[in-house]
């Protein structure tokens, strides 16, 4: 059981490229969202998504895109990159409607440059 | 607005001590609550979790929380902090009945020494 799954682990951009960063999770769970951790601002919600197909905006949404094609794939896009990007990236997926906490990946360091 | 705040940016404690990590919210209504702890180059692991009942939840590793309504407040408390404890320390709220959004503090930094 592999839990939720990012990759890559570390990426090196330069400003105007854009990428995908892959999540995976095998807990057929419904509920999965992306976050981004920056040094004092904690963990900030990007995009999240309730099921396959529905996916909403976060606090941060402005630069990112995703898309729920399948319960176990969230991927996040960055449509053209920007030094302000660079942060740690967070998927978590949790189970059910009763919001038992959320299981994280272990994270997609992003430089951008 | 929602919002979560962790007053304490970062603590340092001697191994065998006490611990309490403060955590106060606004939310509209009461909240699902969540401690996560972090180690170094890691992703977030959930220490325990707050939904009902008993304001005094127990979760991994030895820590608990308390609920404390009148306060906005779920304080994360250890009795005896060993040196693996040092770590950042989340706590996040989320709406009840739902999953779909959750709100971090930005975080306590933990350092044991010996």
């Known amino acids: 059981n592999a839990g939720v799954t990012q990759t890559p682990k570390f990426q090196v951009l330069k400003t105007g490229q854009s990428m995908t960063l892959q999540c995976a999770q095998d807990m057929n769970h419904e509920y999965m969202s992306w976050y981004r951790q920056d040094p004092g601002m904690g963990l900030r919600l990007i995009h999240y998504?309730?099921?396959?197909?529905?996916?909403d905006q976060g606090e941060v949404p402005n630069g990112y895109n995703v898309s729920r094609s399948t319960t176990e794939d969230f991927p996040l896009r960055l449509l053209s990159a920007a030094p302000s990007q660079t942060s740690v990236y967070f998927c978590a997926s949790g189970g059910g409607k009763f919001n038992y906490g959320y299981t994280f990946g272990s994270g997609t360091r992003l430089t951008v440059v | 607005a929602q919002s979560v705040t962790q007053p304490d940016i970062h603590i340092t404690v001697s191994e065998g001590a006490s611990l309490e990590l403060r955590c106060n919210y606004s939310y509209g209504a009461t909240p699902y609550l969540f401690w996560y702890v972090q180690s170094p180059g890691q992703g977030l692991q959930l220490l325990l979790k707050?939904?009902?009942?008993?304001?005094l939840v127990q979760g991994i590793k030895g820590f608990e929380a308390e609920f404390k309504r009148s306060q906005s407040s779920f304080n994360l408390r250890k009795p005896s902090v060993h040196w693996s404890d040092a770590a950042e320390y989340f706590c996040a709220v989320g709406p009840p009945n739902t999953g779909n959004q959750f709100y971090f503090g930005t975080g306590t930094s933990l350092t044991v020494i010996p």
């Open positions: 998504s309730v099921g396959a197909g529905i996916t």
């Open positions: 707050y939904f009902s009942g008993d304001t």
